[in-house]
């Protein structure tokens, strides 16, 4: 609802008191037209609240979204969903101050969907913020929902592990790829659930028990394929074991934030305004850095480089491409494209098929990366990763001497197989995962770039099976030669750093890639990408379960 709208509904009657607790910034759009809450314009006083909303309220301070953005109301239904800002907002029974009888107080978003409003304000409620993840999926609502339950259910619902260990087994998983920015929400999740602050210099300080999953976790983020029964067994049997049901907890876990570090990296998302690095907005005549909220240390601004967050945007692909980038075939050839290819309807023999996946194999192979290999780890983030070095090999380059199979969804799948292994072993944990895939999988709303009414199925599924191909997954129904036909090589080579050197992406990456899309379509992709990795790691973890549990 807008706020034009409360204004309306409820000022003859009301007072209101409106605190901005956290403001949603919107691509292309700077959040800078107005300098004062008081803006508002709905006769109300700003008050300061106290706990968990003070310092943010502290860090954006008088800044409100641009004027054309607050008034509007309900735009037609699109997928470029933007929710504006978070409010605590009180109404009190007298407009004249002093007011007698608050009637009402509550958490509110202000944005074109009541849907995404309410989720946005339930993430907060469970994390004291609403975090840039959230923000960014924010774009696709019916996913946000289900990738929140998910979260929320196995970092703090019912299962096996204490709820200190599900955290720092999440530092462990983000710690692969060097994610600082979800190292240190959890780092912050681990100390708040009581977790020994010992625990945080690093490896060296943990149980041998929560040390001893870290193969696990290696493997699972970079070979999945090299996993096997002899590690379940190590952790299942003799001192500090593991039961099954907690290393499926653990496995979800790892799974959710090694794809989870994907999806920031690709997604260009930026630190949380309470971490180094985080962005603020900044006052008109304010310097840098100097109304951060941790930022008392006047003297020394550069430990805390605050960035501004709309001139990001505003190098963005809504101001054209930056430049030297490679050419891209662009939105109406892929959909001549799709056309062709669902009118060829050509037979192949298994054969071929199968010839088929594995030239995609090999070419992927061949296919450069975006970005460089990070040189330096900051200590602060080295401390949580042992053999830095092992990272991710090309499939059709896997060590020899193991010839590791391709693994063939027909003999193991979600649907048929892990879905009820892990539903079985832990709580209804397969329901939720189900749903998300499920979400992930089938979201569209038939659109590409600024065309409608298009049916998306084959580019979707394109980019959905070439991630699992990415590691060694092969659908036997599935005619690999599309990818090349639909996915462009900036695309692929996009693909294969989002999902297999995450690290090593940037924003400008983000920029390069799919320019004639919009956000919105970039995000899913990248959901995409994350949800098609953590299905394929945790077919892979599933299949060794089953395979130690039937031996
Ligand atoms: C990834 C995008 C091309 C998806 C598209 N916008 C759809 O609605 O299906």
Sequence with gaps: MSLKLWHQLWNDVFAVKIVPVQFVPT????????????????????????????????????????????NSFCPPETDEAQPIGLFWIEFWRVSEPPYRNLTKAELFIFGPFRRTNNLFVDAFLQSNRLDHVSQVMGYHTSYLDHFLKTQNFILRGDGPLPFHYRHYIAIMAAGRHQCGYLINLQKQEFLLLGG??????????????????????????????????????????????????????????????????????????????????????????????????????????????????????????????????????????????????????EECTPVELAKRFESIETQSAELGLVGAERLETPADISCFIED?????????????????????????????????????????????????????????????????DVDTSRFRRAIWNYIQCLLGIRHDDYDYGEINHLLERSLKTFIKSACCYPERVTKKDYDRVLREFKHSEKVHVNLMVLEARMQAELLYALRTVNRYMTN
């Design 27 to 70: 691509p292309g759009t700077a959040a800078r037209d107005s300098n004062s809450s008081r803006d508002l314009g709905l006769g109300g006083d700003v008050v300061a609240l106290s706990g968990a909303f003070r310092f943010l309220e502290t860090a954006f301070r008088g800044e409100i979204p641009p004027r054309r953005k607050r």
């Design 196 to 345: 020994e602050h010992s625990w945080l210099k690093g490896l060296s300080s943990i149980p041998p028990k929560l040390k001893n999953l870290y193969d696990i976790n290696k493997i699972l983020a970079h070979r999945p394929w090299q996993l096997n029964t002899s590690h379940i067994e190590k952790l299942t049997k003799g001192k500090d074991s593991w039961s099954l049901a907690e290393v499926i907890h653990a496995i979800v876990i790892l799974t959710h934030f090694h794809s989870l570090c994907s999806f920031v990296f690709a997604c260009g998302v930026n630190q949380e305004v309470d971490q180094a690095g985080g962005y603020k907005y900044q006052m008109p005549g304010e310097t840098r850095g100097s109304a951060h909220p941790s930022n008392t240390n006047q003297s020394n601004p550069k430990d805390i480089p605050t960035v501004d967050i709309t001139e990001d945007w505003k190098n963005s692909s809504h101001v054209g491409p930056p430049s030297p980038t490679e050419p891209e075939v662009g939105i109406n050839t892929i959909m001549q494209r799709m056309k062709t290819l669902s009118e060829q309807n």
């Design 388 to 452: 830095g070095k092992f990272g991710y090999q090309d499939f059709a380059k896997r060590d020899e001497q193991f010839d590791f199979p391709t693994f063939r969804v027909q003999d193991y799948s979600w649907n048929d197989h892990g879905y009820s292994l892990v539903n079985r072993l832990y709580n209804d944990v397969g329901n939720l995962l189900d749903d998300k895939f499920k979400t992930a999988q089938n979201l569209t709303y038939y659109t590409m770039g600024g065309r409608t």
